[in-house]
C-alpha cells in the first residue's frame, strides 16, 4: 500500500464548503454540542440545510417548535458536525489546515407539501432549484399542482473533500512555493450566488495541479481569501500581513478590485497573476503583474499574425458583412492587410448587406491557381447561417477562416462541414490521456463533471498554478529571463508571455490555429 500524506496549507478564509458554519455561540446539551443561531429574514430549512449541512429532519429533531414554521426572534439549536472544520475571518492567527478542502457536490432530495396558493415558480424560488429541475423529477407538475400535493424537490448538498497525494520518493530540494488565491467564492452571501460556481471550479482545478506539483517534489503553501466583489474588500483583505511573504498572487476576480492588488504587489515585489480580466490597465505599467486573459487588440494583432504567416501564399478573400460585426473585426482586418501586403499574398474584400448575401456567388473571387481561404468577419448565428447556405453550394475548392466564437454557436456543423481554420486562444485534446485523467479525477475529487465548453474554469485554475509553481521552483529569481524554458504540459492554455512595455508587465500572446473538418479537429499551431 502506498503511503500517504497530506500537505500544509495555512489559510485565513478557506475556499471550502458553503455549508460550513460561521462563528455562532455554541451550547452544550447532554454533552452534544450545538449552535445557537438566530434566523434571518429569509432564512427557511433549505438555508439552514446549506449554511450548516444539517438536514430539516435533524432541526426538527432538536427544536420540535419549528414544525409550524421558522421564525424571527427564535432560538435554534443546530447540531454541530463532528467533521465539521472551523472556518472564520478573524485577525487572529491563521488555521493550520492539513488538507486541501474544497467543495463537492452532490444532489439530494427534500420533499415538499404543496401549500395553498403556491406555484411551481413559488417553490422553485423557495428552494432556489431551476423550474426544470422540479418538472424533472415531478412530471405530473407540468399540468398542475394544487394544495396537500407532494413534491420531490432536488437539491445539490456541498461537502468538504479532502485533496490527498502520494508522498514523493525524493524530498522536495527548493523550499515551498507560497501561493495567495484572492477569488469571490461569496461564502457570506445569504443565499447561495450562482456566480461563484465557476470561481470554485477554478480552485479545484488549481488544486488538483498541486496535486501533480506535490508528486513531482515541489513543496506548495497556499493562503486563500474570499474576496466578494468590493474594492472595500479587497483593501481590508490586502492589509494582511502574511501577504507580504509570499511568492505569488493569484487574482482577483474582478477588473475593479485589479488596481489595489497590482499596487500592493508591485510595493511588495511580489509577481500577480490576473487570471480572468482582460481589460485591466494594471499591466501597462507594473513590472509584477502578469496577464493571463489577453487584452483584445493584443489578440486581434496576434490572430492576424498567425492568419498571414500560416496563409502567405493562398488566395484570401475577406467578407465583411453590415450585421453589427464590423466593429470588433475591423482591427483584425487592418492587422491582416497590413501583414498580407507586406508578404505580397493576393487578396480581395467583398462587404455585403444582408439582401446581397443570397445572390452573391463566391466563385467570381477564386483562384484556380492557388488555395482559397476564406475569412468570413463575422460572429453573428443569422448571417453565418445564410452565407454558408449560400457558399457550401459551389463545387469550387476553398477553406474557412474564423473566430474561437464560432465553436459556440449551434450553426457550427453548417460551417465545419468545410474545412475551417480557427484562431483560438484556448484548445482542449479531449483524446488525450493527460486530458481524460485530469476530468476523471475531477469527478472523483469533486463528484461534478465539467462541461465541454471552452474555456474550463478548471483547466485555467490548473494550468496556471502549474505553468508559475514549476517555473518559480526550477527558476526562482530568474523567472523573467525563464519564461521560453519553462516546458510543463498545460492542457488548455499555452503561454506565450512577453513584456508589453519597459516599464510594464507580462501578456499572455499565444494564439492556437485549430482545424475543424466535420467532428474532427486538429491543433496545427
Given at each position: 500500500m502506498n503511503k500517504h500524506?497530506?500537505?500544509?496549507?495555512?489559510?485565513?478564509?478557506?475556499?471550502?464548503?458553503?455549508?460550513?458554519?460561521q462563528d455562532y455561540p455554541k451550547v452544550t446539551i447532554d454533552g452534544k454540542e450545538f449552535y445557537q443561531y438566530q434566523p434571518e429574514k429569509a432564512d427557511g430549512f433549505f438555508a439552514l440545510k446549506r449554511k450548516f449541512g444539517v438536514t430539516q429532519e435533524e432541526i426538527?429533531?432538536?427544536n420540535p417548535d419549528l414544525k409550524d414554521g421558522i421564525k424571527l426572534n427564535q432560538t435554534i439549536l443546530i447540531p454541530v458536525?463532528?467533521?465539521?472544520?472551523?472556518?472564520?475571518?478573524?485577525?487572529?492567527?491563521?488555521?493550520?489546515?492539513?488538507?486541501?478542502?474544497?467543495?463537492q457536490q452532490q444532489i439530494s432530495f427534500t420533499e415538499h407539501v404543496v401549500a395553498k396558493k403556491e406555484t411551481v415558480y413559488s417553490i422553485a424560488k423557495q428552494y432556489d432549484v431551476a423550474i426544470d429541475s422540479i418538472y424533472k423529477y415531478n412530471p405530473e407538475a407540468k399540468e398542475k399542482i394544487k394544495k396537500g400535493d407532494v413534491l420531490k424537490i432536488p437539491v445539490i448538498v456541498y461537502k468538504p473533500v479532502e485533496v490527498v497525494v502520494e508522498e514523493p520518493k525524493e524530498k522536495p530540494t527548493?523550499?515551498?512555493?507560497?501561493?495567495?488565491f484572492l477569488l469571490p467564492f461569496m461564502l457570506d452571501a445569504k443565499k447561495p450566488d450562482p456566480t461563484a460556481d465557476k470561481f470554485f471550479e477554478f480552485y479545484q482545478g488549481a488544486l488538483l495541479a498541486i496535486d501533480v506539483l506535490k508528486?513531482?517534489?515541489?513543496?506548495?503553501d497556499i493562503y486563500t481569501y474570499d474576496t466578494d466583489k468590493t474594492v472595500k474588500k479587497i483593501d481590508s483583505l490586502l492589509q494582511r500581513p502574511e501577504l507580504k511573504t509570499v511568492d505569488l498572487l493569484i487574482g482577483p476576480a474582478y477588473t475593479d478590485q485589479v488596481k489595489s492588488v497590482a499596487n500592493f504587489a508591485k510595493a511588495n515585489k511580489i509577481r500577480l497573476v490576473i487570471p480572468f480580466s482582460a481589460k485591466t490597465e494594471a499591466t501597462n505599467n507594473n513590472e509584477f503583474v502578469y496577464q493571463a486573459n489577453t487584452r483584445q487588440d493584443v489578440m486581434d494583432e496576434e490572430i492576424a499574425n498567425l492568419f498571414a504567416s500560416t496563409f502567405k501564399d493562398k488566395n484570401i478573400v475577406f467578407l465583411k458583412f453590415n450585421d453589427g460585426s464590423q466593429e470588433t473585426y475591423e482591427d483584425i482586418y487592418k492587422f491582416s492587410i497590413?501583414?498580407?501586403?507586406?508578404?505580397?499574398?493576393?487578396?480581395?474584400?467583398?462587404?455585403?448587406?444582408?439582401?446581397?448575401?443570397?445572390a452573391y456567388s463566391i466563385d467570381n473571387d477564386l483562384r484556380i491557381d492557388k488555395d482559397n481561404i476564406v475569412f468570413l468577419m463575422t460572429s453573428n448565428s443569422a448571417t453565418l447561417a445564410q452565407i454558408t447556405n449560400n457558399l457550401n453550394?459551389?463545387?469550387?475548392?476553398?477553406?474557412?477562416?474564423?473566430l474561437s466564437a464560432w465553436t459556440q454557436l449551434k450553426i457550427q456543423d453548417a460551417i465545419f462541414a468545410r474545412t475551417t481554420?480557427?484562431?483560438?486562444?484556448f484548445f482542449v485534446d479531449y483524446q488525450e490521456k493527460t486530458t481524460k485523467n485530469f476530468f476523471k479525477k475531477y469527478v472523483d475529487n469533486f463528484g461534478s463533471e465539467s462541461l465541454r465548453v471552452t474555456p474550463h474554469y478548471n483547466l485555467l485554475g490548473y494550468d496556471i498554478v502549474l505553468y508559475f509553481v514549476a517555473g518559480l521552483n526550477k527558476y526562482g529569481n530568474d523567472f523573467e529571463n525563464s519564461l521560453s524554458k519553462i516546458g510543463v504540459e498545460t492542457l488548455q492554455t499555452r503561454y506565450k508571455f512577453e513584456k508589453i512595455s519597459p516599464a510594464g508587465g507580462y501578456m499572455n500572446k499565444n494564439i492556437f490555429l485549430v482545424k475543424h473538418k466535420g467532428e474532427e479537429k486538429t491543433k496545427l499551431k
Open positions: 500524506f497530506s500537505f500544509l496549507i495555512t489559510i485565513f478564509l478557506l475556499a471550502a464548503s458553503v455549508v460550513w458554519a426538527l429533531q432538536y458536525k463532528k467533521t465539521e472544520t472551523k472556518v472564520t475571518e478573524t485577525k487572529q492567527k491563521p488555521v493550520d489546515v492539513k488538507v486541501a478542502v474544497t467543495q527548493k523550499n515551498s512555493v507560497k501561493i495567495a508528486k513531482q517534489g515541489i513543496s506548495v497590413q501583414k498580407l501586403t507586406a508578404n505580397s499574398t493576393p487578396y480581395a474584400t467583398v462587404t455585403l448587406s444582408n439582401e446581397d448575401i443570397a453550394k459551389s463545387n469550387r475548392d476553398f477553406s474557412y477562416f474564423g481554420y480557427i484562431g483560438t486562444p
